[in-house]
């Protein structure tokens, strides 16, 4: 090859190069602002992933259609189901938030009321309160809260766009042979190389998504009943945000302790009593985030920890508390397309997780 050939092949890579990187800018961008329509979409796909083998349990018994009409229909159920418990728990938590104000002042009264002697002055009833209200500013809370229940408000009326994308989405997946075959023809290498990603795709996504479902629902059975036991208010709902905390890879576990922990310290008989409660909430976390879940989930994704947490914070950003929910599968979703990028070799090499083998 000629010298003029060689600098033509080079300016066409770097051409090609700057034109994909320009592709991924514009495709994040219309990610972000048009989160409304993805969002629904990547919540959709995945859950279709998850719900294969119901469809393929009603295929035994029914056509393609009924199987897919069917799982929809109990999956909207479910889901409506676990909603309306977890809104009327935050719900019921917002309405009684002047009880449990009072109830942490008592609490705190006989503490504040030592240090404020120790310093040399009092402090009545009333200012009391006003002095816990300032360092639990229930109005914040409630603005939160409120905003949090609007925003579950603002999902229902996307749910109907979730559930046509994920009616869809199980049919396509359920028969994603044919419509590879449709897309790309029968023949030649691009079909067998397109079939494989999509098993490798959904094979594995499948696995972390039922791994981290299980073990959410350990964590949250476990959260729950500890607060029961240690007659913590509202141990129904800190097990189901345990529940649904347990999916954002890492600090989600983390911040799902802390409400009850925190209303445990409060209402404690003793500080052995506290750190009983808090080797028992953090033993959870310890022992479904360090231990049960690595051995059931594997390798299947083969993503390392500092992209994860990357990860974490990125699609934080781009889809705010759904998208840290979202950021592993999503995360797993990039890293096979830049497998198939001739140039991104260097990228997949950073998010890959190495096994003992390898680096051995």
């Known amino acids: 090859m000629s010298e003029i050939e060689n600098d ?17 800018i514009v495709i994040l961008y219309l990610l972000k602002e048009l989160s409304n329509l993805f969002l629904p979409l990547a919540f959709a796909l995945f859950f279709a992933i998850l719900l294969q083998p119901l469809v393929a349990l009603f295929r035994k018994k029914f056509s393609l259609n009924l199987s897919v009409v069917f799982t929809t229909i109990v999956s909207v159920i479910v889901f409506l189901a676990l909603g309306f418990v977890f809104y009327n728990a935050v719900s019921s938590f917002i309405a009684n938030r002047d009880q ?13 009321e030592e240090v404020t002697r120790l310093l040399g002055s009092e402090m009545n ?28 408000s603002g999902f229902a009326t996307e749910l109907l766009m979730t559930i046509l994308y994920f ?26 190389v397109a079939s494989n990603t999509f098993k490798r795709v959904k094979d594995s996504i499948s ?6 479902t299980i073990v959410s629902l350990l964590t949250g059975l476990g959260i729950g009943l500890v607060s029961w036991f240690f007659g913590i208010q509202y141990a129904l709902l800190w097990g189901i945000l345990a529940f649904v905390l347990n999916y954002i890879p890492y600090v989600g576990s983390l911040i799902a ?30 022992v479904m985030g360090s231990i049960v879940e690595p051995k059931m989930t594997g390798e299947s994704l083969s993503i390392n920890t500092v992209t994860i947490l990357f990860s974490l914070v990125f699609w934080s950003f781009m889809w705010g508390t759904a998208g840290m929910l979202l950021s592993v599968p999503m995360t797993f979703l990039i890293k096979v397309i830049l497998e198939h990028v001739s140039d991104a070799g260097f990228f997949v090499r950073l998010m890959d997780k190495k096994t003992g083998k390898e680096l051995g």
């Open 167 to 192: 009616a869809g989405l199980l049919s396509a997946i359920a028969e994603y042979e044919k419509v590879i075959d449709y897309i790309m023809g029968k023949n030649g290498g691009e079909h067998s």
């Open 125 to 152: 009833d009333d200012e009391l309160k006003s002095y816990v209200s300032r360092i639990i500013p229930t109005d914040k809370v409630l603005s939160l809260s409120g905003s949090f229940l609007n925003t579950i």
């Open 100 to 112: 449990i104000l009072i109830g942490v002042t008592a609490e705190l009264k006989p503490v504040i």
């Open 207 to 212: 696995i972390y998504i039922k791994v981290k």
């Open 8 to 24: 033509v092949a080079r300016s066409l890579k770097v051409i090609k190069n700057i034109l994909v990187v320009f592709l991924g």
């Open 257 to 286: 302790i802390i409400p009850p922990l925190l209303i445990g310290g409060l209402t404690a008989d003793s500080i052995s009593e506290f750190i009983f409660l808090f080797i028992c909430l953090e033993g959870i976390q310890l």
